[in-house]
């Protein structure tokens, strides 16, 4: 009912650019944050960028500079541009929906995950 679609993860050579698309359905698009995490090897979860349902971001420090999250309500998804792509940017990339409903109640859902890796 509720699904999170990814694409755009693939190989890259480091220097180079991806761009990572969520499409989301089933979800109040407009009154959501959206976010992208990524988790690489052996390490936890963490959030790499986030746009509210105003449009406000935030980005790790790590890819401040580096990546842009934008948004497309009429589309129902969000994106991920990455350039100057570092190895240590490898790793599955989640996208996150926070939905705040009309009626108050707010949920979190999450992507399957897309595989982004960058050689050296």
């Known amino acids: 009912q509720v699904q999170l679609v990814e694409s755009g993860g693939g190989l890259v050579q480091a220097g180079g650019s991806l761009r990572l698309s969520c499409a989301a359905s089933?979800?109040?698009?407009?009154?959501?944050?959206m976010g992208w995490y990524r988790q690489a090897p052996g390490k936890q979860r963490e959030l790499v960028a986030i746009?509210?349902?105003?449009?406000?971001?935030n980005y790790a420090d790590s890819v401040k500079g580096r990546f842009t999250i934008s948004r497309d309500n009429a589309k129902n998804t969000v994106y991920l541009q990455m350039n100057s792509l570092k190895p240590e940017d490898t790793g599955v990339f989640y996208c996150?929906?926070?939905?705040?409903?009309?009626?108050?109640?707010?949920?979190?859902?999450w992507g399957q995950g897309t595989q982004v890796t960058v050689s050296s």
């Open positions: 089933g979800i109040i698009f407009s009154n959501s944050a």
């Open positions: 996150n929906a926070d939905e705040t409903t009309g009626w108050g109640v707010r949920r979190v859902y």
């Open positions: 746009i509210r349902s105003g449009g406000s971001t």
